[in-house]
């Protein structure tokens, strides 16, 4: 189905892409990347709404001004990114909009320049570094495996950062880790996890959270450095939002280090990083095996 506008030739050479021009860039329905080594980077300075990567797909970079920007483009095309394949580095410029991003595949780095809003983003893999210039807002990170650090400019709004979680955020893996969060804005109504169940409840940061069931005996799941600007909770009654690792190194909130035993499972009590009793609901706790 062509777009209204026309149907170009993708921009590189080799790649099925279906493009329409639009004020003076070219926007992509869908982008296939080629099977092989193909180029070490392709750049497309339009707004891309599909993006397939084949599992034989091996690129070194993967630059877009936007994934599933706001207006569609092209009705009809899931604003999805998936395959198996390998992409050492993702760029997008701008933002991440409305947009599931599953990748079974190897990506070591992904850049955003703007924010992330409505998303579902999977990573099967092991990161080195997730960064967002912007906002995440309503959106969901789930990393099976590690993320070496993971750096937010803005606010982290309804949001879910799940370390050991799959693409269906089910909790897969008792050993997630991650090195470093650095989220110079306000963690608000979100979540922080590693290797946590939520439990009963539901809610993150309460007592009946417990490590998910599976992983090696003397691996820890664990987040060894958080710093934020600050935390808010949502004010209303029956939830709540947590930071929960088997071991949590350490947390700033604001500038203020706050207090956590040293080595993993015994900051068992959740510990209020807001006034006690106030329904901001918002706690760090340390969980140990069911
Ligand atoms: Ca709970
Ligand atoms: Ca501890």
Do not use: C, H, W
């Not at 193909?38 to 707004?47: L, Q, S």
């Amino acid at each position: 189905m062509a777009p209204a506008g026309g149907v170009e030739a993708g921009p590189q050479r080799g790649f099925a892409a279906l493009g329409v021009g639009n004020q003076g860039i070219t926007n992509v329905g869908t982008l296939i990347v080629p099977n092989g080594e193909g180029p070490a980077k392709v750049e497309i300075e339009g707004n891309v709404q599909q993006v397939v990567v084949p599992a034989a797909a091996k690129l070194k970079e993967l630059k877009v001004l936007s994934l599933g920007a706001d207006t569609d483009l092209f009705p009809g095309i899931p604003r999805q990114f998936t395959g198996a394949g390998t992409i050492v580095k993702v760029t997008v410029e701008k933002d991440v909009t409305d947009y599931t991003f599953q990748v079974p595949g190897a990506v070591d780095q992904m850049v955003v320049g703007g924010s992330i809003t409505g998303s579902e983003l999977s990573f099967a893999r092991t990161l080195k570094l997730f960064s967002v210039q912007g906002d995440v807002e309503g959106s969901t990170l789930s990393f099976a495996r590690k993320v070496g650090k993971l750096t937010v400019k803005g606010d982290v709004d309804g949001s879910e950062i799940l370390a050991g979680y799959n693409e269906k955020q089910e909790g897969v893996n008792a050993d997630a880790q991650i090195g470093t969060i650095n989220i110079a804005g306000v963690l608000r109504a979100s979540n922080l996890v590693a290797g946590a169940g939520r439990g009963a409840d539901g809610i993150f940061g309460t007592a009946d959270d417990q490590l998910i069931g599976s992983g090696r005996p003397g691996v820890i799941a664990s987040i060894a450095r958080i710093v934020l600007g600050g935390v808010e909770g949502t004010g209303a009654t029956g939830d709540g939002f947590g930071i929960v690792a088997e071991e949590i190194g350490k947390l700033k909130i604001g500038g203020t280090p706050v207090r956590l035993a040293p080595d993993a499972r015994n900051d068992l009590t959740p510990i209020p990083l807001l006034p006690d009793g106030s329904t901001d609901d918002f706690y760090a706790r340390e969980v140990v095996p069911a």
